[in-house]
């Protein structure tokens, strides 16, 4: 199971690869402007948009891939929580007290 940081830490990557993901638009606009302004010829134009595919497929991939982690991570949370909530439901018809178990259950 993921702990607490490195969960908090895949959560950072994923925001940051989305944010990453989002340069599209200004490097759209500057190939544009480039282009308008005759800073780049149509050719060279056509040139780079094609490397900005393979870059920003490249880029998507990446952050599906953290995405998936991240919710692989949540899921086992709430399976962690759900397994805590039963053996205290179970300890509270026994009558036992569920400090040790609880507490290994939630670091699994």
Do not use: P
């Amino acid at each position: 199971m993921m702990d607490d940081k490195t969960l908090t830490d895949t959560n950072f990557d994923l925001e940051q690869n989305i944010l990453k993901c989002w340069n599209i638009v200004d490097d759209l606009k500057e190939i544009l402007e480039d282009l308008d302004n005759g800073h780049m010829t149509q050719d060279e134009a056509i040139a780079t948009l094609r490397g900005h595919t393979i870059v920003y497929q490249n880029r998507f991939d990446r952050t599906w891939t953290k995405y998936e982690t991240v919710c692989r991570g949540l899921h086992q949370i709430r399976h962690a929580l759900q397994d805590v909530k039963s053996a205290e439901m179970s300890d509270k018809k026994s009558g036992k007290k569920s400090g040790k178990n609880v507490q290994k259950m939630v670091d699994q």
